[in-house]
């Protein structure tokens, strides 16, 4: 394929598919130059869509599939018995090599079932793991696992901080970045049995540069490039991080505009405002890709708008131009997996 990247969207999936979907895959091509955008779900939807704008035919491209993966369907089953699904055929399309990657809103469950039963898992690792960045004082984190492993044993931890530290390196820029594990307390007999298991086994590995426990209190200072830990653990702290989020900006918003006062400040502080804002917005690191998997798979936000889909499919170049799962393979090879 050169030096394109070839994305599948799952135009079918989230909140407000396939008219948020579709506007993103134009803003995509419209803005990166080496993305190519096949939208797969149901054509004659899609292409009304489309018909909105003026893009040119050999950028995106319609593949049609008749059944949509509904937030209420059971993700086994519906990878199952949805087989004309846009996310299972968008899926096909990466692991029989007409894509480099799948871009979805939709249902958490089904993507990470139909990433480990259509794309597969790449020899030697145990389990992938969802991998978004948080933002912090210092920059964005990489938070590893957040939905893919509620239940993860001490070598899937261990795997989760290469993973996430070759990931983190190749994309952020950053050589040997710091890992993490999250935990109650500084001190290594802290913790339940996953975290006391787990942490002598990310102090004698030698190919991460692991700086010991992260408290949650830590993790908005930017306490650790990586944070490390199962993904019951790493959702809540998303979704705290979320809703904590959007009720501080709000209540500031709420101030701002409670009296004629406030108001004349808010635009003194306008310009200072949108730079926080800028700071902590989520949505500019793209969505949380499934590390791990023979192709890329990246899980959007289930409200996505055009923006933060845009940001998801350019993604994608990074992560191929970087070969990142090339280089988790050759980890693998190199002994990276724990016994």
Known sequence: MGGKVVVALDAMGGDYAPAETVKGAVEAVQEYSEIEVILVGKEEEI??????????????????????????????????EKKDSSLVVAMKLVKEGEADAVVSAGSTGAILVGGQLIVGRIK?????????????????????????????????????????????????GKKSPTVGIVNIGTEEEKG????????????????????????????????????????????????FFEGVAKTFLGCIREGLMSSLRTKLGAVMVKPALKGLLKTFDVSSQGGAP??????????????????????????CIAFQKNSINEKLTQMIRDGGSPE
Not at 151 to 159: F, G, K, T
Not at 195 to 209: A, F, G, H, Q
Not at 291 to 313: D, M, P, Q, R, Y
């Open 47 to 80: 292409k009304k869509e489309l018909g909105k704008y003026s893009v040119p035919s050999e950028k995106i491209r319609v593949v049609n599939a008749t059944e949509v993966i509904n937030m209420g369907d059971v993700p086994t089953s519906a990878i199952r």
């Open 124 to 172: 030697g690792i145990k389990r992938p793991a969802l991998a978004p960045f948080i933002p912090g004082k210092k920059g964005f984190s990489l938070l590893i696992d957040c939905g893919a492993n509620v239940d993860a044993r001490p070598e899937h931890l261990v795997q989760f901080a290469q993973m996430g530290s070759v990931y983190f390196e190749n994309v952020m």
């Open 192 to 239: 339940n049995q996953l975290v006391k298991e787990t942490y002598p086994l990310l102090k004698s590995c030698k190919d991460i540069n692991f700086i010991g426990s992260v408290e949650a209190r830590e993790i908005p200072q930017g306490g650790a490039d990586i944070l490390v830990c199962e993904a019951f653990v790493g959702n809540v702290i998303l979704k």
């Open 290 to 315: 499934l590390l791990g998997l023979k192709g890329l798979v990246v899980k959007a936000h289930g409200n996505s708008k055009s923006a933060e889909i845009k940001t998801a499919i350019g993604q």
